[in-house]
C-alpha cells in the first residue's frame, strides 16, 4: 500500500499493557489495591483494557466519570481533584462513586449539603497535604505549598467537623503527593510515613480507618530507559512497611497514571527535512509538541529510536546525516515545539521515522491538539510490539 501523507501516529501495544498491569497486579500485597488514574491517558481502547485488570480508576472531573461509566458500568471509582463544582459531586454521586476525596473544608461542607439533600451518605477520604517526607520528585503536590488538599496541620480540625456532618462518612486518607518519582526506596518510606500518619489520626479521633490512599507518582526514567523503578524492591520493601505497621487492617490504595500506560505507548513521527542551522542539526517532523507535549513541557529530551525507511521517490538526493548530533522539532512555528535536543543519532534520512517511547501516559492528553491546525495523528492499536514496524512500514 502507497502512504499519500508522512506518517504520523499514536500507537498501543495492548497486549504489552495488559502483561505490564498483570505483572503489578500478581506482586501487590494482599490489602494493597491498585487503581488507574486515568488523566494519565483516557483513550477509551485503553480504559476498556484496563478495566478488567486493576482494581478501578480515578477520576478528576465530571467528565473523567463519565468515560470510565461508558466503558463499565460497575467499576469502582475513585474521585478526586481541587475545586469540585456542584454539579461534579451530584454527578459523582449519581454515577456511585466509591470514595470522593475531599480537598478543603468548604468543599467538606458542599459534599455533605448535596448529599444531605439527595438523602444519601457519602464515603470519603481527607486528602492531606503533608509537610514532611516527600520523596524528591519531578512534581510535587505535597510537602510545599500547594493548592491541593488539607494542610497536615489542620486535619485534626478537619476530621471534627466531618465527624459532625451527618451525610459525609470518613474512611481514612489521601496522599497523593507527587509525579514521576524514580526512588523505589524513597516511595517505601513515603507510604510508610503515610501510614504513620493515618495511624495516628485514626488512634487520636477515633476513627475506623478502611482506606489508605498513597496515590500515584511512580515516575518513568525517559533519559535512560534502561533504568525503570525498581518495582520488584519496592515490593521487597513495603513488606517491611506492613510488618512495621502489623495492626492496621485498611487497604491501601494505590491510584498510578503515567507508571501504568507510559510503557505501552509510542508516538511515531516521519522526517520531512533535515537541516544546518548555526552550526546545529535540526531534524523536523510531520507531528510535534501539539502530539507530545510532554517534552516540552518538562523541557527535557523524550526517548526516541529511528525507524529506517527504504522508499525514496523523489529525482534528487535525500537529505541525512550520520553519527551526528541532532535536535528533533515539530511543524510548529513555535522555537518551544521540541521534542529532544542535542541527540547522537547513527544515520537519520528524510522520510525515516522516529520512534518515540514511554508517550503512553501525560501524551497526547495533554496537547495542545488544534494550535496551527495541522492534522491530528492516527491513533492505532497492535497486540504485540514485533507489529510496531509493521504498523509503521506498511
Ligand atoms: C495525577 C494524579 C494521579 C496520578 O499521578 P501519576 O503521577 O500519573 O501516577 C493520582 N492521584 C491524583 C489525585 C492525581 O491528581
Known amino acids: 500500500m502507497e502512504r499519500e501523507n508522512p506518517f504520523c501516529a499514536y500507537l498501543y501495544d495492548l497486549s504489552k499493557l495488559r502483561h505490564h498491569v498483570d505483572r503489578l497486579m500478581t506482586t501487590l ?12 491517558n483516557s483513550d477509551e481502547t485503553l480504559l476498556k483494557t484496563l478495566a478488567p485488570v486493576v482494581h478501578g480508576f480515578e477520576a478528576a472531573s465530571l467528565g473523567e466519570i463519565e468515560k470510565i461509566r461508558a466503558v463499565d458500568k ?19 454521586i449519581h454515577n456511585r462513586v466509591a470514595l470522593l476525596h475531599v480537598e478543603s473544608f ?3 461542607q458542599l459534599v455533605n449539603h448535596i448529599a444531605g439533600q439527595k438523602g444519601t451518605t457519602v ?3 481527607l486528602r492531606v497535604n503533608l509537610r514532611h517526607s516527600v520523596p524528591n520528585a519531578q512534581l510535587k503536590m505535597s510537602g510545599v505549598p500547594t493548592q491541593f488538599g ?10 471534627a467537623l466531618a465527624k459532625c456532618l451527618p451525610n ?20 517505601a518510606h513515603f507510604v510508610d510515613h503515610c501510614f504513620e500518619r493515618a495511624k495516628s489520626w485514626g488512634k487520636e479521633w477515633n476513627i475506623d480507618i478502611s482506606y489508605v490512599n498513597v496515590g500515584g507518582g511512580i515516575g518513568i526514567n525517559y533519559q535512560n530507559i534502561e533504568e525503570q523503578f525498581a518495582w520488584d524492591d519496592f515490593i521487597e520493601d513495603l513488606q517491611g512497611v506492613i510488618q512495621k505497621h502489623k495492626d492496621a487492617n485498611w487497604q491501601t490504595v494505590f491510584e498510578c497514571g503515567r507508571y501504568i ?13 533535515i537541516k544546518q542551522n548555526h552550526g546545529k542539526y535540526f531534524c523536523l517532523l510531520r507531528g510535534g ?22 522508499k525514496w521517490s523523489y529525482p534528487f538526493s535525500r537529505p541525512e546525516v550520520t553519527e551526528s548530533v541532532i535536535t528533533v522539532a515539530g511543524e510548529l512555528c513555535t522555537p518551544n515545539d521540541v521534542l529532544a535536543r542535542d541527540i547522537l543519532v547513527p544515520r537519520v534520512r528524510v522520510g525515516d521515522i522516529l520512534l518515540f517511547h514511554y508517550a503512553g501516559a501525560y501524551g497526547w492528553a495533554i496537547s495542545h491538539h488544534d494550535f496551527l491546525s495541522h492534522p491530528h495523528p492516527d491513533h492505532l492499536y497492535i497486540e504485540s510490539d514485533t507489529l510496531i514496524h509493521e504498523a509503521i512500514l506498511v
Open 150 to 159: 488539607i494542610d497536615e496541620f489542620e486535619v485534626p480540625n478537619a476530621i
Open 123 to 125: 464515603s470519603i477520604l
Open 289 to 310: 509538541s501539539h502530539h507530545l507535549r510532554l517534552p516540552a513541557a518538562w523541557k527535557q529530551s523524550h526517548p526516541f529510536t529511528v525507524v529506517p525507511v527504504e
Open 74 to 92: 460497575e467499576i469502582l471509582i475513585l474521585f478526586g481533584g481541587p475545586g469540585k463544582t456542584q454539579a461534579e459531586i451530584e454527578g459523582a
Open 29 to 40: 500485597p494482599s490489602n494493597f489495591r491498585l487503581f488507574y488514574a486515568i488523566k494519565a
Open 261 to 273: 500506560t507510559s510503557s505501552c505507548g509510542y508516538y511515531a513521527a516521519e522526517v520531512l527535512d
Open 168 to 187: 459525609v462518612k470518613i474512611l481514612g486518607f489521601h496522599f497523593h503527593a507527587m509525579s514521576n518519582n524514580g526512588d523505589s526506596k524513597a516511595h
Open 106 to 108: 468548604h468543599e467538606l
